[in-house]
């Protein structure tokens, strides 16, 4: 086990990165004409990061694991560097790299909220977990199902504190004593924190939790107020390289869009189908009285012209109905444009729904302008 810190040491202590220095440039990275994206190297993030981009047209070639720098080649001027998470944030903090996509809690952890730090998008929707505390479900800790029972145990004193093991020191120092845990102590490893408590190098742990799996395999159980932190995948920014450097801002804005119009599209199909009418005000009537279907701002509807079988000139019999539905009312959706005498209908899955400006942008300009 790594070195043991005492809580109020550790708050004194700076983290792995000494954020102090953070704000000089390293060597280099303002002379530096590319922009640079930081990419999860290996582990869980990776594949999640790889698989949103190139559904977001943006791929990233990476023919081997070993392979650290790449580019997209939809996006000019961009060098993409593939690094473990919590080098991606401490290279951003120094400079070396502008943006970045990792886990929310290695920015949390790493970044150690320094201001030069802005998550531009929060929710990417793969990677997510939690930070929470386990603790045993055997011996003391039977009864213990919530935060403040575990901070109002008698065993827990300046001489004997509740020890913790964890990768999240910063954090824990940070948000633990807030949860009105007083007497606590901080150690470190790298990974299977669970087998702590039952090897009796720990009371408790706390570590990342997705499935609950690892912790219910070793005995542990969550409590009530447990949770420090929840996190998924984020798009994260140095502020001095958005404002600075030469075109961070537009591949940021360009990749943001992207993101934003894919996200919101994956939820949902477009249906269309072919409904008999007098007319398309009077179709319109049908599908938004009828039904709970009104797209997003409304059905989009439109003639199908057709020959007759007498007579010469087009007729329109038919008007075809475009919605987009979110993917669990797909079925409903079908039945009620049956109810309404709608036929074939077409599904189709969406690439992008790019709407006005993101409000995720606009956030992020007034950010800057802070
Ligand atoms: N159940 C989970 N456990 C750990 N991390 C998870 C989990 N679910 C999602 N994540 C995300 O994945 C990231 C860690 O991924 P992974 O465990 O593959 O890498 P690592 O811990 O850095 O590598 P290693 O485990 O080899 O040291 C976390 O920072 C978090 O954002
Ligand atoms: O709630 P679950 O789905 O069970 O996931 C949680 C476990 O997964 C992670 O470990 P990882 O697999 O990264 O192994 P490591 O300890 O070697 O990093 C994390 O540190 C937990 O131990
Ligand atoms: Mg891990």
Same mark, same amino acid.
């Given at each position: 086990?790594?070195?043991v810190? %005492? ?6 202590? /700076? ?9 000089s ?18 582990g ?5 990061t ?6 977001c047209h ?17 996006l000019? %001027? ?7 998470e ?8 120094a ?18 909220? %320094?201001e ?36 109002a ?6 001489s ?26 901080? /150690? ?10 039952a090897?009796?190098t ?10 609950g ?60 189908? %072919? ?30 012209? /057709? ?11 038919y008007?075809?109905v475009?919605i ?6 797909l079925?409903?959706?079908?039945n ?6 709608g ?28």
């Amino acid at each position: 086990m790594a070195a043991v810190f %005492n809580v109020v040491q550790v708050e004194r202590v /700076s983290g792995p990165w000494d954020v102090s220095s953070s704000s000089s440039s390293s060597s280099g990275s303002s002379s530096r004409t590319t922009v640079r994206l930081g990419l999860p190297s290996k582990g869980r993030m990776a594949e999640g990061t790889l698989n949103l981009l190139k559904d977001c047209h943006l791929s990233v070639c990476k023919p081997n694991p070993r392979q650290y720098v790449a580019d997209i080649t939809e996006l000019q %001027n961009l060098e993409v560097w593939f690094q473990r998470e919590s080098d991606v944030v401490r290279k951003m903090l120094a400079g070396d790299i502008d943006l970045g996509i990792v886990g929310y809690d290695v920015v949390a952890e790493h970044g150690q909220d %320094n201001e030069d730090l802005v998550v531009v998008h929060d929710q990417l929707g793969f990677g997510e977990c939690h930070l929470g505390l386990g603790i045993p479900k055997y011996g003391i800790f039977e009864n213990v199902s919530s935060v403040s029972d575990l901070a109002a145990m008698p065993q827990w004193t300046s001489s004997r504190p509740l020890r913790i093991v964890t990768g999240f020191t910063y954090l824990a120092s940070r948000l633990l004593k807030a949860k009105g845990l007083e007497h606590i102590q901080l /150690s470190t490893a790298d990974g299977a924190l669970e087998a702590a408590p039952a090897m009796g190098t720990a009371d408790a742990i706390l570590d990342l939790v997705s499935s609950g799996t690892t912790l219910r395999e070793n005995n542990l159980k969550e409590i009530e107020g447990g949770t420090l932190i929840k996190s998924q995948g984020v798009l994260v920014a140095s502020k001095r390289a958005l404002l600075k450097r030469k075109g961070a801002l537009d591949v940021t804005r360009e990749m943001l869009e992207r993101l934003e119009a894919h996200l919101r599209a994956k939820s949902q199909f477009l249906l269309t189908g %072919n409904m008999r009418g007098e007319s398309q005000e009077h179709v319109a009537e049908l599908v938004l009285r009828h039904t709970r279907l009104s797209g997003l701002q409304g059905p989009t509807i439109s003639p199908v012209y /057709s020959l007759p079988d007498a007579g010469d000139g087009v007729k329109v019999q038919y008007y075809a109905v475009a919605i987009c539905v979110h993917k669990r009312q797909l079925y409903d959706a079908v039945n009620e444009l049956r109810k309404i005498c709608g036929s074939g209908v077409l599904v189709s899955p969406l690439t992008y729904i790019f709407d006005e400006e993101p409000p995720r942008w606009r956030q992020l300009l007034a950010t800057l302008q802070e």
